[in-house]
């Protein structure tokens, strides 16, 4: 029966049988990294307790603001504040240097923004980096996001 199932299945078949396996696989990891905000505020009040600099009152909305607003010295000059690109309000877009529009940081105006835990660490890298000239401390990250959770 096994021959007879086998003999009968086309190259064609074969074909669209792995397009779908691949969909599904591709789904299921896109599943299995996503992640709330609420987790990636716990990951990051893990790495600040590991670390000695999580504070008695947890994260803050309003440390996160004055962090987010706040002109910082040590990143590059053209990039001294994260309104630089993501405009005072993280409730509206910004634009790259180059122009390229950045969708809100608030999560009330882009509900999925921080559900991926690898772009979450790629552009906390990279801005705090281009902003701070060094990564942002768990602290600073925890502060940060518990502001764009309140907008």
């Known amino acids: 029966?096994?021959?007879?199932?086998?003999?009968?299945?086309?190259w064609r078949d074969a074909a669209v049988f792995g397009a779908?396996?691949?969909?599904?696989?591709?789904?299921?990891?896109q599943n299995a990294r996503a992640a709330s905000p609420q987790d990636m505020l716990k990951k990051f009040q893990a790495e600040a307790q590991?670390?000695?600099?999580?504070?008695?009152?947890?994260?803050s909305?309003?440390?996160g603001k004055a962090f987010f607003l706040a002109r910082h010295a040590?990143?590059?000059?053209?990039t001294p504040s994260c309104t630089t690109c993501h405009t005072d309000s993280p409730l509206k877009a910004g634009k790259t240097r180059t122009g390229k529009v950045i969708q809100p940081?608030?999560?009330?105006?882009?509900?999925?923004?921080?559900?991926?835990?690898?772009?979450?660490?790629?552009w906390f890298r990279r801005n705090c980096k281009s902003v701070l000239g060094?990564?942002?401390t768990p602290r600073e990250k925890g502060d940060?996001?518990?502001?764009?959770l309140s907008q």
């Open 1 to 10: 029966m096994i021959k007879t199932i086998l003999a009968s299945v086309t």
């Open 20 to 29: 779908m396996a691949m969909a599904i696989a591709a789904f299921a990891a």
């Open 50 to 59: 590991k670390a000695g600099d999580f504070p008695a009152g947890g994260f």
């Open 61 to 63: 909305a309003k440390r």
């Open 74 to 78: 040590g990143g590059k000059p053209a």
């Open 105 to 122: 940081m608030a999560i009330s105006r882009t509900p999925d923004r921080y559900s991926d835990p690898e772009k979450v660490a790629k």
């Open 134 to 136: 060094r990564e942002c």
């Open 144 to 148: 940060f996001l518990a502001y764009m």
